[in-house]
Each structure stands twice: as structure tokens, then as C-alpha cells.
């Protein structure tokens, strides 16, 4: 698992399909659902691991950009 991209392939694989309109909420999203399917031993440490990191980084990004809209 490399990218976002990879994150949302594997969510599909298991039926769910996570868009909101509102990009931190999605992540939030995305973040259970990674959680229960790691819980479900569906995903190894290493991916359970790469997706939340990747998740995490592209919450960072996706707050910044907030915080530069509102100054």
C-alpha cells in the first residue's frame, strides 16, 4: 500500500465506498473502516500500519489547507 489510491481499492474490495463531500470527514471515515477490517484480521500490521500513516499524512494536508483558507 503506497497511496491514497491504494487505500480506496481495498475499501471497494469490501463493498464500501466513502465519499462525503467533505474531505477530513472521508478520512475519519476511511480510518474506521481500516481499523475494523485490521480488527476482522483481514489486514496484516503492515498494511493496518501504511494505511493509517497514509491516512494521517493526507489529514495533515487536508487541515493546512483549511488553515490557509481561513487566513
Known amino acids: 500500500m503506497k497511496t491514497m489510491a491504494d487505500i ?3 475499501l471497494k474490495g469490501y463493498g464500501t465506498f466513502i465519499y462525503t ?3 477530513l470527514g472521508d478520512l475519519t471515515l476511511m480510518e474506521d473502516e481500516i481499523k475494523e477490517l485490521y480488527k476482522a484480521q483481514v ?6 500500519q501504511m494505511a493509517l500513516l497514509l ?5 495533515t494536508k487536508e487541515r ?8
Request: hydrophobic content about 25%; overall charge negative.
Open 21 to 23: 463531500r467533505d474531505p
Open 43 to 48: 489486514l496484516d500490521v503492515k498494511d493496518y
Open 8 to 10: 480506496y481499492d481495498l
Open 64 to 71: 493546512s489547507k483549511l488553515q490557509q483558507d481561513d487566513a
Open 55 to 59: 491516512i494521517r499524512q493526507r489529514e
